[in-house]
């Protein structure tokens, strides 16, 4: 079993930056591959980010490449989001999800999520 805490989150003015964490407990973090989803209201939950177990390889979704950034440190058992020139479409609640499989863009084949935290980009 997997715990996850996101935090990080809040209200910022576009073209701003935040940096969200989530932090793990319980199963060896390494072992996992981990992944940010957003949630807007009325929409569906979306892929933003994945990184392998390692953290050599990542993946985005096109509307936040060059702008979000996914890390992680093992040592500290923490997955990283840096975003940087936010938009109000950014808008959303985050959350940080693990998986066993590797880089997934597909929600059902994480298998732990954390509670979320809510991102709020002001225009």
């Known amino acids: 079993q997997v715990q996850l805490v996101e935090s990080g989150g809040g209200l910022v003015q576009a073209g701003g930056s935040l940096r969200l964490s989530c932090a793990t407990s319980?199963?060896?973090?390494?072992?996992?591959?981990m992944g940010w989803f957003r949630q807007a209201p009325g929409k569906e939950r979306e892929f933003v980010a994945a990184?392998?177990?390692?953290?050599?390889?990542?993946a985005y979704t096109d509307s936040v490449k060059g702008r979000f950034t996914i890390s992680r440190d093992n040592a500290k058992n923490t997955v990283y989001l840096q975003m940087n020139s936010l938009k109000p479409e950014d808008t959303a609640v985050y959350y940080c999800?693990?998986?066993?499989?590797?880089?997934?863009?597909?929600?059902?084949?994480?298998?732990?999520w954390g509670q979320g935290t809510q991102v709020t980009v002001s225009s």
């Open positions: 990184t392998t177990w390692s953290g050599s390889s990542t």
């Open positions: 319980g199963r060896t973090f390494s072992s996992y591959a």
């Open positions: 999800a693990a998986n066993t499989r590797g880089i997934r863009i597909v929600k059902d084949q994480y298998e732990y």
